[in-house]
């Protein structure tokens, strides 16, 4: 699953070149109908194909925070039982920030804490007060090795891809890419220390 924040199709446009399937989900509708097994590309803050979807104004994203949209209560429930890694995420976006820590706080409050699945964020550059906070909510911070940007960024990405592979080594059994998520997990890890 990949949530983004964009309105754009680029992502979508990505698969498309790549030959790669996919399903947008911005909407309740598309929540319900989103066929398994192929990834979902989750329009967090709507889509230029569905004017009504967008999250533009303050009073849109006033309303988006009560999280009872249909892809806030899907967010919540990846979220809850996924890894994730952020990517392009700012504290600046309130409705964001304040979802994660509402995250942070139902795993606090369930005594199941140790349990959650493990969370990290990319971030270009060191930031220490953004760091402290990610911490608190249980969100690790992997800081790229590259000066520039978008450099920095490829560079994470191709060293994980390149770490993950496309599936298990030879001789390795995996049940629903445990082997392939386990590996993706230590490489943020390694790269977050």
């Given at each position: 699953v990949i949530y983004t924040t964009n309105y754009d199709r680029n992502l979508e446009l990505a698969y498309e070149i790549y030959g790669r399937d996919y399903v947008k989900v911005a909407n309740a509708r598309d929540v319900a109908q989103a066929r398994q097994g192929v990834t979902h590309i989750v329009k967090f803050h709507g889509d230029?194909?569905?004017?009504?979807?967008?999250?533009?104004?303050?009073?849109?994203?006033?309303?988006?925070?009560?999280?009872?949209?249909?892809?806030?209560v899907r967010f919540r429930s990846d979220a809850l039982g996924s890894t994730i890694l952020f990517i392009g995420y700012s504290l600046s976006d309130p409705n964001i920030r304040l979802l994660l820590h509402r995250l942070w706080q139902t795993w606090h409050r369930s005594g199941y804490e140790k349990d959650r699945p493990p969370s990290f964020i990319f971030m270009t550059s060191r930031n220490p007060v953004e760091e402290a906070v990610l911490g608190r909510w249980g969100i690790s911070v992997v800081v790229g090795e590259i000066d520039e940007p978008q450099a920095a960024l490829v560079d994470f990405l191709s060293r994980l891809a390149e770490m993950v592979g496309d599936g298990a080594e030879p001789g390795e059994t995996t049940h629903e890419g445990t082997v392939v998520r386990q590996r993706a997990i230590e490489t943020v890890r390694s790269r977050g220390s």
């Amino acid at each position: 699953v990949i949530y983004t924040t964009n309105y754009d199709r680029n992502l979508e446009l990505a698969y498309e070149i790549y030959g790669r399937d996919y399903v947008k989900v911005a909407n309740a509708r598309d929540v319900a109908q989103a066929r398994q097994g192929v990834t979902h590309i989750v329009k967090f803050h709507g889509d230029f194909d569905e004017d009504s979807s967008l999250v533009l104004t303050e009073t849109d994203y006033l309303d988006r925070l009560s999280f009872n949209s249909p892809l806030d209560v899907r967010f919540r429930s990846d979220a809850l039982g996924s890894t994730i890694l952020f990517i392009g995420y700012s504290l600046s976006d309130p409705n964001i920030r304040l979802l994660l820590h509402r995250l942070w706080q139902t795993w606090h409050r369930s005594g199941y804490e140790k349990d959650r699945p493990p969370s990290f964020i990319f971030m270009t550059s060191r930031n220490p007060v953004e760091e402290a906070v990610l911490g608190r909510w249980g969100i690790s911070v992997v800081v790229g090795e590259i000066d520039e940007p978008q450099a920095a960024l490829v560079d994470f990405l191709s060293r994980l891809a390149e770490m993950v592979g496309d599936g298990a080594e030879p001789g390795e059994t995996t049940h629903e890419g445990t082997v392939v998520r386990q590996r993706a997990i230590e490489t943020v890890r390694s790269r977050g220390s």
